[in-house]
């Protein structure tokens, strides 16, 4: 099989109100479908548009409280990450700040991420690049940065393997202006 990409990853969220609260409000996702759940009427489905024509969906029920923390278990979702212009991540760090949601942020080598919960206790990632790299050469540039990152004898992807791969695949090698951020980890 060869899928032609992510089509939705459909999650159990709490009620309607706090998850359209946060996915929509906070983080800016255009809610695009709302309607029963097509299996079980007594629950509803809602459609978030995750930026690049691709959804996120949540299964909520209005019985059901938010939650702090979450301990996912095997077969759970970790963390979801969405893909963030750079330009734009000091505004929706603002934006979180100010909703009452705690942030880190991190260099990760291969990009540079902010790191909140959303209202049920689930990690977010908002990751963005740190160079200008074409969405349908992605992959292809992320596994030749990984390959430059193993040939240099190095734990993780950084600045000089990505720039390493573009120049390899005759792309520009343009950074995109993020902050300093310390490396790790503390969500």
Same mark, same amino acid.
């Given at each position: 099989?060869?899928?032609?990409?992510?089509?939705?990853?459909?999650?159990?969220?709490?009620?309607?109100?706090?998850?359209?609260?946060?996915?929509?409000?906070?983080?800016?996702?255009?809610?695009?479908?709302?309607?029963?759940?097509?299996?079980?009427?007594?629950?509803?489905?809602?459609?978030?548009?995750?930026?690049?024509?691709?959804?996120?969906?949540?299964?909520?029920?209005?019985?059901?409280?938010? @939650?702090?923390?979450?301990?996912?278990?095997?077969?759970?979702?970790?963390?979801?990450?969405?893909?963030?212009?750079?330009?734009?991540?000091?505004?929706?760090?603002?934006?979180?700040?100010?909703?009452?949601?705690?942030?880190?942020?991190?260099?990760?080598?291969?990009?540079?991420?902010?790191?909140?919960?959303?209202?049920?206790?689930?990690?977010?990632?908002?990751?963005?690049?740190?160079?200008?790299?074409?969405?349908?050469?992605?992959?292809?540039?992320?596994?030749?940065?990984? @390959?430059?990152?193993?040939?240099?004898? @190095?734990?993780?992807?950084?600045?000089?393997?990505?720039?390493?791969?573009?120049?390899?695949?005759?792309?520009?090698?343009?950074?995109?202006?993020?902050?300093?951020?310390?490396?790790?980890?503390?969500?």
């Amino acid at each position: 099989m060869h899928a032609a990409g992510w089509d939705h990853v459909t999650l159990v969220g709490s009620n309607a109100e706090d998850t359209i609260a946060f996915y929509r409000d906070v983080l800016g996702l255009r809610l695009v479908i709302r309607q029963p759940n097509l299996d079980r009427a007594e629950v509803e489905h809602l459609f978030f548009d995750a930026g690049d024509g691709r959804l996120v969906t949540f299964f909520v029920d209005e019985s059901r409280e938010s @939650a702090e923390r979450q301990d996912p278990g095997v077969g759970a979702v970790h963390h979801l990450a969405f893909r963030i212009e750079a330009a734009d991540l000091p505004e929706i760090r603002d934006r979180l700040h100010e909703a009452g949601h705690g942030v880190s942020e991190y260099d990760r080598g291969a990009f540079h991420s902010l790191y909140t919960h959303d209202h049920n206790g689930l990690v977010i990632e908002l990751a963005a690049d740190k160079y200008e790299i074409p969405d349908d050469r992605r992959a292809e540039i992320l596994a030749r940065a990984h @390959a430059a990152r193993v040939d240099d004898g @190095a734990d993780y992807i950084d600045s000089e393997h990505l720039e390493t791969a573009l120049a390899e695949l005759g792309l520009p090698v343009k950074p995109n202006a993020l902050p300093d951020a310390a490396t790790g980890r503390d969500f």
